[in-house]
């Protein structure tokens, strides 16, 4: 519940005033918490005085706001998300798990629905191995039994291409992570996605969404035990590694379709 130091509030009514669910108000001149809320933590971030807190998250992860570190040029933005590229080939060296960890700091600082907070995130690097022994024996299964040949050609293609070359890893494109993402809300998750990919770029890796991965661990229950997630639902599945290749100017686009009225 969000907890309001008396002591320390001055009763400006920020909090009051930025409060999307009308849960505060003013008493006696001092913030007051009239009902329990969803905890978006917007109480937090506003109070110049430091007066509120949420004791079941961990306070000591808020940081100050900074203006001179936080404050990005529009031209850098804008040319980090012009020069992304989908990356298809990565060295073969593993990734550090301190660059993983920024990852997922990332992506839990994403915006959720209600602040409902249920993206879940799963790191495959080490089992790596048993990850793929575990996906090929499902897709084998599914070719020997013969059914749903039309809903699993692309999958069944992979398997014969594996199956000709093991160097043909099109499935997973050879990268040393795999990384699921489950959440109650499909958005959540592509939200988190983008936000994982942007922070991905900025410790030197690529990031591939495979949404053929992510389809064919979430109708596999037996994987999905394996990982950890049987009652949660991938809702996205992203291949990271460092780029083999590095691209040296942005791809052009189509003009955009935009409506002004």
């Known amino acids: 519940m969000v907890i309001i130091d008396k002591e320390k509030c001055t009763g400006c009514g920020r909090c009051v005033s930025d409060c999307s669910k009308l849960k ?3 008493e006696k001149g ?9 905890q978006c933590g917007h109480c937090v971030a506003i109070c110049p005085e430091g007066a509120v807190s949420i004791p079941e998250y961990d306070m000591e992860d808020v940081e100050e706001y900074d203006r001179e ?6 031209e850098n933005v804008l040319h980090s998300i012009k020069f992304r590229r989908s990356i298809r080939e990565y060295k ?16 839990r600082y994403t ?20 990850l793929k022994r575990r996906v090929w024996d499902y897709i084998d ?34 990268a040393p992570v795999v990384l699921f993402i489950t959440s109650d809300r499909i958005l959540d998750a592509g939200m ?10 900025s410790v030197g890796l690529g990031t591939l969404y495979n949404g053929y991965l992510a389809g064919i661990a979430e109708e596999n229950k037996e994987l999905k035990k394996w990982l950890g997630i049987e009652d949660r639902a991938i809702r996205a599945c992203m291949l990271l590694g460092y780029p083999l290749r590095q691209y040296v100017r942005t791809a052009p686009r189509k003009k955009a379709h935009v409506i002004w009225r």
Do not use: H, W
């Open 69 to 74: 570190s936080f404050c990005l040029s529009p």
């Open 141 to 174: 299964r599914i070719e020997k039994s013969g059914a749903g040949e039309e809903k699993y050609q692309s999958y069944l293609s992979f398997n014969q291409r594996r199956k000709a070359d093991p160097k043909d890893d099109y499935l997973f494109r050879n």
């Open 30 to 38: 001092k913030a007051a918490v009239k009902e329990e809320c969803f």
């Open 24 to 26: 505060i108000t003013l």
């Open 92 to 107: 073969s060296q593993a990734v550090k798990r301190e660059d993983l960890e920024l990852l997922v700091q990332a992506g």
């Open 192 to 201: 988190a996605a983008q936000n994982i990919e942007n922070m991905a770029v």
């Open 111 to 130: 915006a959720t629905a209600i602040n409902l907070q249920s993206s879940g995130f799963v790191f495959v690097q080490e089992e790596l191995p048993e």
